[in-house]
């Protein structure tokens, strides 16, 4: 392997292969940065719009009462009415604060939604209509303040029409990323983490949907041209490179027996445009540096409007009783990243695998049923510490097809033993795997010292043949998957961590991957945590003295 990218025009494709193998990280060599911690440039964490009209939303006075595993069952609660308070409650539990943390004098926000390095790149847009308590429009979600800025309004005809058009309550949310939070610590490699943190922050919103009734589906016909112009990016003036890239538009509405959502009507986004936008943004560094390779890779992997892929899910086994679990909000509220494992860890081999098993794509359960395309990513575990199963490296098969090609693509030493009954789950090779776990994500202990760790290896040269705007959904399938473990280690008593910094290659050597038709896009692990004392804990809201809302 080996592209580079050169002053000669690369189709497409070419380029997104190019900036893959350039942004790898190598035992000899990082992906370039700018290999030091610029203080004077941090980013602000929040973008903020002054000159906008700011809505304060309502705290939560109460979670909504689902059981954990219901997140993941075909049984969707009531919806919930659509007002200023459950959208409000929708995105504290998906995108607000989780809490504050402090050591000394440094103190940092913590959010729903993880993100690489914690710099939170991806901000959050609405297109609001007939929500009670709400005016029709596009808003800026805050987390920092929980408000809504209104960026535009909306004519009554607009609004009207569009409520027409989806037969139904519901509204759309958009996901776009400020680049620069990211490549301001990782350089080149930054588009890449600003990926996986919108497939975190869709799981999130997909999570909380269903903790409101309501369901998300990614919205066909929409290029990154139009999502630029309905989101009024063309008619903002940003600071020099913090322009924000439109990602991601979803409808959030109670489930219809339609499981994909309809286009936009006719003509819509010209009409939305058509209204001036409100509100300066805020100024996120006091100078930014361009990296021209991320700029590249943007524009190969615009969205089109042709995108739209049918996913034809399977339906998730029927749950044998009722489930029986802890609260699905504090769930949500108390997933951290772990800093550090006690080795000593173990977890039974009965939820090791039904954990593993949580990662399956299934219709109409969240957060991997959104419309997206069908899973392009099967599971690559060193197993450290799981009773009653050997140590080893296994794979986990997300998709019937990957079984086969995985098994011809891989070393052919692996003995692909089943290793349990009722899961595409295979024995590759016994061992003990715990140095070269850590070893392999960048020599961080902790995919070491975890009870498992993984590596997402994803279906790669064939989805992006003349697909390259697929680069950006294997990222978000990767940090979809991702958001599922870090819930499951919750839920049952342990603790998760997102790993995007691993030596690429390496892995793919490992397991005996010689070219690119499958790429390693992301790394997780799982353990027994243990704590930092000197951390102190604050929480999520006490700065705004506001009172929380029943609803
Ligand atoms: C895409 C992604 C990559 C990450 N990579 C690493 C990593 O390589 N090492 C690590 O210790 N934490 C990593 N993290 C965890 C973040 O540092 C963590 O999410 C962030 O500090 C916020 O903390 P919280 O998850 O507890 O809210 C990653 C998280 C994400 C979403």
Known sequence: MGFALTASPLSRDQTVYAYHERTKHHYHRMARSSGYMDW??????????AGATSVSLPLSWSDPDLDYHALFSMD??????LSKGTVAAFLELSLGLSAWKAIGRDRWALRI???????????????????EGLADGLYHYGPEKHV?????????????ALAAH????????ALSSVIWR????????????????????LAALGFSARLQGWCLRSLPGVDEKDLAHLLGFDDTAWHPQEEETPEVLVRVAPPTANTSAPALPEGFVQAVAAQSVQGQPNQLSPACRRWEAIHDVLAATCQEKSAAAPDHLPTAPAAPGKPMGPSAAAVIRQRRSAVAFDPRGRMKRGDFFRMIARTYAFADCPPLDIGLGAPQISLL???HQVTDLAAGLYMFIRRPSHREALQAACDPAFRWQQAAEDLPIFLLQKGDYRATAAELACRQEIAGSSIFSLAMLAAFRKPL?????????????????????YLEAEARGYRGTGIGCYFDDPVHDLIGISDNSWQDLYHFTVGRPIEDPRLQTFPPYAHLKRAPSGS
Do not use: M
């Open 40 to 49: 004077a440039n941090q980013p602000d964490p929040f973008r903020r719009y």
């Open 381 to 383: 575990l060193f197993v």
């Open 182 to 201: 990211e490549a301001w610590k990782y350089g080149e490699r930054a588009f890449r983490y600003c990926q996986h943190d919108i497939g975190h922050a």
């Open 465 to 485: 043949e003349n697909s390259p705007w697929r680069y950006r959904r294997l990222f978000w399938e990767a940090g979809q998957i991702g958001q599922v473990l």
């Open 166 to 173: 989806f037969e139904g309550p519901g509204f759309l949310v």
């Open 76 to 81: 969707i609660p009531a919806p919930a009415p």
């Open 148 to 160: 809504l800025e209104k960026r535009r309004a909306l004519t009554r005809k607009h609004a009207g």
């Open 113 to 131: 939604n993880p993100s690489s390095g914690n710099l939170h790149p991806t901000e959050a847009y609405l297109l609001l209509t007939q929500v």
